[in-house]
């Protein structure tokens, strides 16, 4: 009796890995999803395009994973290339008062009229780099407070207070919306009830 019989094992183990076809048609069905993950992370669509391309190139030569983890393998290759690039830092300096609101301004420019997914992208995309990147892992992609720290290199606390900065500013980009938008609806009302 052969226990060891390498022509029974290793059909059954190759089985259970994604190949580099797994990683193609992955990356072709989820395009959209992970392209977007690659934008909001990058913030710019030159530098989201190469990250999907270094995170495809990454699954495809690199696959000793799971098929069943296939995704979040993709994604993290993706996260990673994109952490790569853009190299973002908690010690960034954080904008001041005066460009924040100038910041702000052309940020309700776009988001008015707009569509509420692009609203909700255009909201991330005005976060700092450091503070967009935490609240895109943390939030939306719900990775612990841990693998973020490991990722971006830096401490848990400093993940928990960019989390809290970021929130904190979207929240004040949609209330700055909110008014922009109250304002746009009754202003033809007014006109209409005055004298002109």
Known sequence: MNLLCPNRSKPAIADDYATS??????FTEDMDALH?????????HEKAEQSFVTGLEDCVDNNFVFKEWARSWAQR???QSAIRMMSPRPMSPRPNHAAWARGSA?????????PAKHVAIATVLALGDFERFVFVLSVLERYSDQDCSILLNCSREDIRTAR????QQISEIQE?????EDNARTAPQAMSCGRW
């Not at 076809?21 to 992955?26: A, G, N, T, V, Y």
């Not at 052309?106 to 707009?114: M, R, W, Y």
């Open 21 to 26: 076809d797994d990683f193609r048609k992955l």
């Open 36 to 44: 977007l993950l690659a934008y909001l992370l990058t913030g710019n």
């Open 106 to 114: 052309e940020t309700d420019a776009k988001l008015q009229g707009s």
């Open 77 to 79: 290759t993706i996260v």
């Open 164 to 167: 809290m900065r970021a929130l």
């Open 176 to 180: 700055r919306n909110a008014a922009l």
